[in-house]
């Protein structure tokens, strides 16, 4: 973990700052780093990743650059892409990971003939009480 490698903006996804976007729900997941200790995340929604505390060293499955985040700075990936995190310091560091919230559809959803099912079995309900 040397200081030598390069530095970037790391936009790797057009980031929407939009009047929608800034009130859209959010997802945040938090991370605690232990010292000497790598964990590997594979990312399932673009996100910006944030350092909170001790510095964080992190490297990216296809970039040749690792990059060390002090608290506060923020790098954002894509979906898809595996990163490597770990504390750079003595003491244990926290980050975080922050996408926009994507609800999950349910798998029969999209059928018709599923729903309308669901329906008159939900009006024959109270009859059946």
């Known amino acids: 973990m040397h200081d030598a490698s390069q530095q970037s903006d790391c936009s790797c996804f057009p980031y929407d700052h939009s009047v929608r976007a800034m009130h859209a729900p959010r997802m945040v997941i938090h991370l605690s780093l232990l010292p000497r200790q790598t964990m590997s995340w594979r990312v399932m929604a673009h996100c910006e990743i944030r350092a909170h ?7 990216r499955i296809f970039s040749p650059y690792d990059h060390w985040l002090q608290a506060g700075d923020v790098i954002r990936v894509a979906r898809g892409e595996r990163i490597w995190l770990s504390a750079d310091g003595e003491r244990p560091a926290e980050v975080t990971l922050t996408s926009e919230y994507v609800g999950r559809r349910r798998r029969f959803d999209r059928w018709p003939v599923v729903r309308w099912v669901e329906r008159a079995f939900d009006s024959l309900l109270p009859v059946a009480r």
């Open 53 to 59: 505390g001790e510095r964080v060293w992190l490297t």
